[in-house]
């Protein structure tokens, strides 16, 4: 009977978890990261031995998540930058969180109903939607995946009399999840409490045993830190006061707590609200204050209370302020993992309203599960809800703007959408209502965006010279608020990181302006304006690229070639460029460095027609008809309407007698052009060795027609068929 109740309370979990996010794999990438981490993220396109070394060392939007990057860059390998698998990815890691949960939850509790309530919850509440439903969160869903089969694995650790190889499987699963996120660090604390929740007394091996997990959790920390202030999250110069920092704290756990409980005007972004000198974080701080004395008064009557209280506040520790932060946010997918201690709460609570006696008990119990039914059936049609406004950067910004007008960062994203869909006049309108809001610079850093983004929309619009005062205006302001001394507390690295941003900003604002000059004909000033905008940032693939097209133009091929060179070194993957050097080489008639071009663009599996077809040719001409075959199909994905490369591909079929494949493809090129004579011939010679000798002696005929002369061979091959 235990094992039917199992299946079926995992049956019903997912089903549930799956009707509520199913309206997620209809959605498309957002422009919030998606394009950073996956459709721009050249990282991802090919599994070498370079893109690997990358993806287990670098930081990637501030944040080392090694097996994160590996899961975009395995889904890439095999589905390409095809939306529908990524989210499919998040929604099954999703659907084995919420099973994991159950589990979890059972082995604490021994009650399949409070698991069960609890998993069903964790599972289709719409404050999951941001961790599921955003690409960019595969790092939320995946680290929690680990984290719990951690958990998991130590609790049959507890239970199976301390056997080595859980506890093993425990620390091996914790080093997967801080590879996935780092926020992983809190996984001894809660190790801890399992200890406190099993009743396990104080020893030397209580904490021996948990001294590899808080080395690895110290270092994942470390490695968090240090990603923060690569970005400037975190602002050494802020100074917040002890009570500062309990209120800012309480806040955001009220904050949560208050979304769990009722779910309504959900963000992608929450309005900043700063913490100092305002009144209502103080009610905030005795409201936590209260519920922590509610925590531990229930403690002394059931260790459950402290369990599920306990796991909400370790697990959402690293999101909440504590830490001086330039702009921290509160986010959904901030208490992804956390939200279960509260789930579980509310499932035992349920559970000793149910079984409590009293005089309507009947009453007490029909409306107990009337009340989870049809909060269950709320929070699903509300996630399916949520996972629509996912669909897409326009519905997502939209959402954003339609309960936060006066939310910048959602201007400025709607903005980009529009640019990129070339609705220029709303893109500029966008732009500059960011800018009105929040982002004039240099009172917020941040509105070095908005200026830039401002001022390729006028561009691409045709008004020059406005964009043109744009990136003036921006360049001045950058170089007097990036100039001014950082005092006080670790001014060496907040200068260093200053600096860094002026650069940047200034190169691409020089950039820009070099774009302009040569648009306008001014080829001198375009040239010394992309030279100033190497010089400040030298690592810009476009930069080079673009100087390269100046030099090309005025007849420079050496430094143009060496431009379009350096380009390809910083960014492997930029096509435009491999386009570009490919020209140069066909033209001085360089024959091996072009076909050592082509195969770095193989390499590395760009979508450049011209490669695969030449270098097929080179292999076919060297009859290593396999090497030959792989290229001439990769060119034929490309370009299905190349009647050169369907012929190339029948031939090679031929060659390796795949005679069925060799009459498709040949086919294929005399539909592209009927009088393509070579294919007859071949066709002749594939349909003879099919035992087809009618059609091999038709196509022999209409060959001959064509002018071509077969071969001797086939010649008397057909001949002796006729007899």
């Known amino acids: 009977m235990e094992k039917i109740k199992i299946i079926l309370w995992v049956c ?56 994160t990057i590996l899961s975009y860059a395995l889904e890439y390998h095999f589905f390409g930058p095809d939306a529908f698998f990524y989210h499919l990815t998040n929604l099954l890691l999703h659907l084995l969180n919420s099973l994991l949960v159950f589990w979890l939850l059972y082995l604490v509790s021994g009650s ?112 968090a830190l240090r990603g923060g202030y690569l970005a400037t999250f975190f602002d050494p110069q802020t100074s917040y006061n002890l009570l500062t920092r309990l209120t800012g704290a309480s806040s955001d756990i009220i904050f949560y707590l208050y979304k769990i409980c ?85 499932a035992q609570g349920m559970i000793w309203l149910f079984k409590r006696q009293r005089k309507y008990q009947a009453l007490v119990k029909g409306s107990t599960i009337l009340l989870v039914a049809a909060l269950a059936v709320s929070c699903l049609l509300a996630t399916r809800q949520r996972c629509g406004i996912w669909k897409d950067s326009l519905s997502l910004w939209n959402d954003v703007l339609e309960k936060y007008p006066a939310c910048a960062t959602a201007y400025n994203n709607r903005g980009e959408f529009f640019l990129g869909e070339k609705e220029f006049e709303r893109a500029i309108a966008d732009f500059k209502e960011a800018i009105k809001i929040r982002g004039r610079f240099p009172d917020n850093p941040s509105g070095k965006y908005y200026y830039l983004n401002l001022g390729n929309a006028l561009r691409a619009n045709g008004d020059l010279a406005k964009a043109q005062a744009v990136f003036e205006e921006l360049i001045s302001k950058a170089q007097v608020y990036f100039r001014q001394p950082s005092p006080a507390a670790a001014a060496g690295d907040k200068n260093k990181v ?97 076909a050592n071009l082509y195969k770095k663009v193989i390499i590395h599996k760009l979508p450049f027609f011209e490669a695969y077809y030449y270098l097929g040719n080179l292999y076919a001409d060297a009859q290593m008809e396999r090497r030959a075959n792989f290229l001439y199909r990769q060119a034929v994905k490309i370009n299905p309407d190349s009647k050169e490369a369907c012929l190339g591909l029948g031939n090679t079929y031929l060659a390796i007698r795949r005679n069925r494949q060799a009459i ?59 007899k």
Request: aromatic fraction near 16%.
């Open 498 to 594: 200053l600096a860094s941003h002026r650069r940047h900003i200034e190169s691409g604002a020089y950039f820009n302006l070099g774009n302009i000059k040569d648009a306008l004909g001014e080829k001198n000033e375009a040239q010394a304006l992309y030279l100033k905008a190497i010089e400040l940032s030298p690592r810009q693939p476009y930069a080079h690229e673009c100087l390269g097209d100046l030099y090309f133009a005025r007849g420079k091929i050496e430094s143009a070639r060496a431009e379009f060179l350096r380009a390809i070194e910083i960014d492997p993957h930029y096509l435009p460029v491999y386009v570009k050097l490919a020209k140069i080489y066909r033209g001085l008639g360089q024959v091996e460095e072009l």
């Open 664 to 722: 498709f493809w040949l086919n294929r090129a005399l539909a592209l052009d009927p009088a393509l004579a070579v294919a007859h011939n071949n066709l002749a010679l594939g349909y003879y060795y099919s035992g087809e000798y009618a059609l091999a002696v038709k196509h022999y005929d209409q060959a001959v027609k064509l002018g071509y002369l077969p071969s001797p061979k086939l010649t008397q091959l057909l001949k002796l068929s006729k």
């Open 12 to 67: 019903l979990i997912f089903v549930l978890v799956l009707v509520s996010f199913y309206p997620c794999l209809k959605n498309n990438f957002t422009n919030w990261d998606d394009n950073l981490y996956v459709t721009e993220n050249t990282a991802i396109r090919s599994l070498n031995l370079a893109n690997l070394q990358k993806i287990s060392t670098a930081y990637f939007i501030t944040h080392f998540q090694p097996l």
């Open 262 to 346: 009722w779910p309504a005007k959900l963000s992608a972004i929450y309005p900043y609200l700063e913490i100092k000198d305002n009144p209502l974080y103080l009610i905030c701080l005795a409201g936590a204050a209260v519920l922590s004395a509610a925590m531990v008064l229930g403690a002394s009557k059931s260790r459950k209370i402290i369990f599920g209280g306990a796991f909400f506040l370790l697990t959402i520790f690293p999101a909440v302020r504590f830490m001086p932060l330039e702009e921290a946010l509160v986010a959904d997918h901030y208490v992804y993992l956390g939200s279960l201690g509260i789930f579980y709460l509310f």
């Open 112 to 223: 399949f109903f409070a698991a069960a309530i609890a998993a069903i919850f964790f599972g289709i509440h719409p404050l999951q939607v941001e961790s599921v439903a955003w690409v960019s969160q595969r790092k939320t869903v995946l680290y929690a995946f680990f984290y719990l089969g951690a958990l998991v694995s130590y609790l049959y650790y507890l239970r199976r009399n301390l056997q080595v190889k859980y506890y093993f499987l425990c620390l091996s699963l914790f080093i997967c999840a801080i590879l996935s996120k780092s926020v992983a660090f809190t996984l001894p604390l809660v190790l801890w409490l399992l200890d406190y929740t099993y009743a396990r007394n104080l020893s030397r091996r209580l904490f021996t045993e948990k001294a590899p997990f808080f080395i690895l959790s110290f270092l994942a920390g470390v490695v």
